[in-house]
C-alpha cells in the first residue's frame, strides 16, 4: 500500500477507532474545560500554536490559511488568508516568540478528500512576520511526495520538521534555504506526526498510523540511535506532540489528550482529557489548549458537501 493510500486507510478506520476510544477513555475533563467555536470558514483545525500572552494561532486542512485569536480573546482574525501566499491546506504551526516568527506547514491534501484553495504542488514550509504577517522565508520539503506535518525548534532557532509520507526528518539551519535531512530510518515508516525535544536534549516524534513513540539521540546537533519507545498504553493516532514539564502533553486522534513521561525506553502515557478527535496542542503556563479537527469526517464532509459539524478549540488548566 502507497503512503498515499495508507493515509485514506486510516482516516477511513478512524471513525470506528474515535468510538471505541471514547467509550474506553474518560470524558470527565469536558466538565473542567471551556471552549472557543471556530469560524465555519476555518473546518477541520489541525494544529494550534500559542504565544506567552495566550495568544493562539490555528490552521485548518478543509479551508487553509491561519487564524488568530488574541490571548484572552474569543474572536478569530486572520492572520494569514486561505491561499495567500501559494498556501494550500495548513497542517503544523509554531510560534517561534524569541524571534519573532510564526512556521506554517503547507501542503496539497487532495488525497485525503481536501482539494485546499489554490494547486500549489508539494509539501512547503513557510516562515511569517509575527507582527505583521509578512512572509520572511518559504521552502519546499525536497524530494517527490512529501508532506510537512509538525515542527520544533532548538535553541539556536533551528527547526526540525516530520514529513509524514516519508521516514524522516528535516531540519532547516537559520539562515538556510533548503532542508538538510536529519534522519531517516524505516522504522519512522508509518506516518510521523508530532515532534518535541525532551528535557533531556534528545527528540522525540510519533507515528499517526502506528500508534508508535521514538526517541532519537542528539548529540551537539547530530542524530544517533532511533529508538522506539515501549507505551503504559496502545496510542491511538497519537497526533500533536508538545513539551510539558518533566515531559510532554500529546493528543490522539481518538480524543484522548495525556501527559507523557519518559524513562529508560518506556514512556508512560496518562489520559488526562478526552475530546472529539483531537489533533493539534499547544502549553500556555499551566492551560493546555487542544484543536478538535475531527479528521475522520474530513473526506466525507467534503465530497459529499455534507453540513461540516462545528470545530472548537478548547482548554482545561493541569495542576
Not at 532511533?226 to 497526533?239: I, S
Not at 502533553?249 to 508512560?268: F, H, Q, W
Amino acid at each position: 500500500m502507497s503512503g498515499l493510500e495508507t493515509v485514506r486507510h486510516a482516516l477511513r478506520l478512524s471513525a470506528l477507532s474515535l468510538v471505541i476510544a471514547w467509550a474506553a477513555l474518560p470524558a470527565a475533563a469536558a466538565d473542567r474545560s471551556t471552549a472557543i467555536r471556530l469560524p465555519d470558514t476555518s473546518r477541520f483545525p489541525e494544529s494550534v500554536t500559542s504565544l506567552a500572552d495566550g495568544t493562539l494561532f490555528f490552521s485548518s486542512i478543509a479551508d487553509g490559511g491561519v487564524l488568530r485569536i488574541e490571548g484572552g480573546g474569543a474572536a478569530a482574525t486572520p492572520f494569514l488568508k486561505p491561499g495567500e501566499y501559494g498556501t494550500r491546506s495548513t497542517f503544523g504551526l509554531l510560534a517561534d516568540e524569541r524571534r519573532g516568527t510564526l512556521w506554517v506547514a503547507s501542503n496539497d491534501a487532495t488525497a485525503i478528500g481536501a482539494p485546499g484553495p489554490t494547486t500549489t504542488e508539494g509539501g512547503w514550509v513557510k516562515a511569517f512576520d509575527l507582527a505583521t504577517g509578512a512572509l520572511r522565508l518559504s521552502v519546499r520539503l525536497p524530494g517527490g511526495k512529501a508532506l510537512a506535518n509538525d515542527f520544533a525548534l532548538d535553541g539556536d532557532g533551528a527547526l526540525y520538521v516530520t514529513d509524514t509520507l516519508a521516514p524522516r526528518i528535516l531540519r532547516l539551519k537559520p539562515g538556510a534555504t533548503a532542508f538538510e535531512v536529519l534522519v531517516e530510518d524505516d522504522t519512522l515508516k508509518n506516518g510521523l506526526d508530532g515532534i518535541a525535544f525532551g528535557i533531556d536534549g534528545n527528540l522525540y516524534v510519533n507515528t499517526f498510523l502506528g500508534g508508535e513513540m521514538f526517541r532519537i539521540g542528539m548529540t551537539n546537533g547530530v542524530a544517533g540511535r532511533v529508538t522506539r519507545l515501549e507505551t503504559t498504553r496502545p496510542l491511538k493516532f497519537p497526533d500533536g506532540l508538545r513539551p510539558f514539564r518533566d515531559g510532554f502533553v500529546m493528543v490522539e486522534g481518538s480524543g484522548a489528550l495525556s501527559r507523557v513521561t519518559v524513562s529508560g525506553d518506556g514512556a508512560k502515557v496518562q489520559p488526562i482529557g478526552q475530546f472529539a478527535g483531537a489533533t493539534g496542542v499547544t502549553v500556555v503556563g499551566n492551560r493546555i489548549w487542544v484543536a478538535e479537527g475531527q479528521l475522520s469526517l474530513l473526506a466525507k464532509t467534503l465530497k459529499d458537501s455534507r453540513e461540516a459539524p462545528s470545530f472548537h478549540l478548547r482548554t482545561m488548566d493541569v495542576e
